[in-house]
């Protein structure tokens, strides 16, 4: 075979050279073939156009779309990558969208349960995650540009997957960043409704724990808070009672109790009500011979009472700023009533109570010969002036109404200087007394 080609070679070198010799004038010429260096120059030599033959440009050619392909494929196989990335983020954002919609009060009722496995169950714990899982998208986003900055200096990469990526990752950065947003207010929403919560819890509690330690102390010595009397035996200057609370600012009141002595001359003062700048705000007092007073803001009027025969009497004294306007009830009857004490002038707020003396002085100085001598129990004041019928119901035992502004109460009485407490049930006694 070889020689069959040495032989074609040899007549085509002959029928060029007599086309060469036929060209007269020009002279003869000559057909050169590339010669490796190192090549027998005896043997024959190819002289077939090497159309095969490849340049060094060429095979850079090819080895650049090679390595282009190779970047192609494995671009593809990271857009896959990505995209199954960004399907799951993508689920487990529709299933927080959900399960956001569908908590409502069953989240504040149950806050323990984990409704999304993969989610951390504390607001702050989610918000952190998604954080890093955002940074983790960034930190692969960078690394494939460095990939593609890499892998694309001897050629261009397809600009329309590197935008899509783009698009792709920064559509999923604003939906991490807005779901982000909606738990941070989540969180600080259910802070202040935990917050308030607690506020309530802890008052409750307090509100129940004072009750209980009402209770506790009531139930100690008598068998209920009201069921208990004050006894002042003597004519002293130091035996008295003191109620713990203060009045509000009134335009009228009603203030009842009952009542036990037989003192001569005179019961003395069941109570008085002191302020700053007036020590006879209001004092119900019986001196010496003189009949029972009632004293607002220092002005007086004389009550048809009388109660020192040594037994139970219910008494109850109504006052309204209205023209001074009062009455003046004794075991639910109604004895007498007057105007034009202290018109107009309003009980000022903040005094001092005391069961028993008068004061001169707001809570002190008081003077013997003032002083109340007996029994004393279920002191009552309201803000307003009582109706007869309830004060007649209250008279007869047939309705117990506690005060709203002082009510008669273990706990909100102290005693002083030898004055005591002791059980008593008014209604079998005063039975007893009669």
């Known amino acids: 075979m070889r020689a069959v080609f040495v032989a074609l070679l040899l007549l085509y070198a002959s029928g060029s050279g007599k086309v060469a010799g036929a060209s007269g004038a ?22 077939t156009n090497r159309v095969q033959s490849t340049s060094p440009q060429e095979e850079e050619l090819r080895n650049t779309i090679i390595q282009l392909r190779e970047t192609i494929l494995q671009q593809k196989e990271t857009i896959v990558s990505q995209q199954g990335t960004i399907k799951e983020l993508n689920s487990k954002l529709a299933r927080c969208e959900a399960d956001a919609k569908s908590r409502g009060s069953a989240r504040r009722k149950d806050y323990s349960k984990n409704t999304m496995g993969d989610l951390p169950r504390d607001p702050t ?10 940074q983790s ?24 997957l590197r935008d899509l990526l783009k698009r792709r990752l920064t559509d999923l950065e604003s939906q991490l960043l807005t ?10 929403q259910l802070y202040n409704e935990t917050t308030a919560h607690r506020q309530r819890t802890e008052n409750t509690l307090n509100s129940l724990l004072e009750r ?9 010595a008598f068998k209920s808070p009201e069921d208990f009397k004050v006894s002042l035996p003597l004519r002293t200057n130091y035996l008295y009672g003191r109620i713990k609370k203060s009045l509000p600012e009134m335009y009228a009141f009603t203030v009842c109790m009952w009542l036990k002595s037989s003192a001569s001359p005179g019961i003395g003062t069941p109570f008085s009500y002191g302020v700053p700048g007036q020590a006879n705000e209001i004092v119900l007092i019986e001196w010496g011979n003189s009949p029972m007073e009632l004293l607002v803001n220092d002005k007086v009027a004389q009550l048809p009472l009388s109660v020192s025969d040594g037994r139970w009497h219910h008494i109850c004294i109504t006052w309204t700023t209205r023209d001074g306007f009062w009455e003046a009830y004794q075991d639910g009857e109604r004895l007498g009533t007057g105007e ?7 009980i000022k707020p903040g005094g001092v109570i005391i069961l028993g003396q008068e004061q001169d002085i707001v809570g002190g100085r008081f003077d013997a010969t003032q002083a109340f001598v007996g029994e004393l129990s279920h002191f009552n004041m ?32 102290e005693v002083f200087g030898g004055a005591t407490k002791a059980a008593l049930e008014i209604c079998e006694d005063r039975l007893f007394d009669s």
């Open 137 to 160: 998208l960034k930190d692969r986003l960078e690394n494939l540009e460095q990939q593609l900055r890499a892998n694309t200096t001897g050629g261009m990469f397809p600009n329309e």
């Open 179 to 188: 779901r982000v947003a909606e738990l941070e207010e989540e969180k600080s």
């Open 340 to 346: 034009n004490l202290a018109p107009w002038h309003p």
């Open 382 to 413: 309201w803000d307003r002036v009582l109706r007869p019928i309830d004060i007649s119901a209250m008279a007869n035992c047939s309705a117990y109404m506690p005060g709203n502004v002082v009510p008669w109460v273990d706990v909100n009485v």
């Open 125 to 134: 714990e989610t918000v952190e995650q998604l954080g890093k899982t955002m």
């Open 212 to 220: 209980i330690t009402e209770l506790e102390k009531s139930n100690s």
């Open 26 to 47: 020009k002279g003869n010429r000559f057909v050169c073939t590339a010669v490796p260096a190192g090549t027998d120059l005896s043997c024959p030599v190819e002289t």
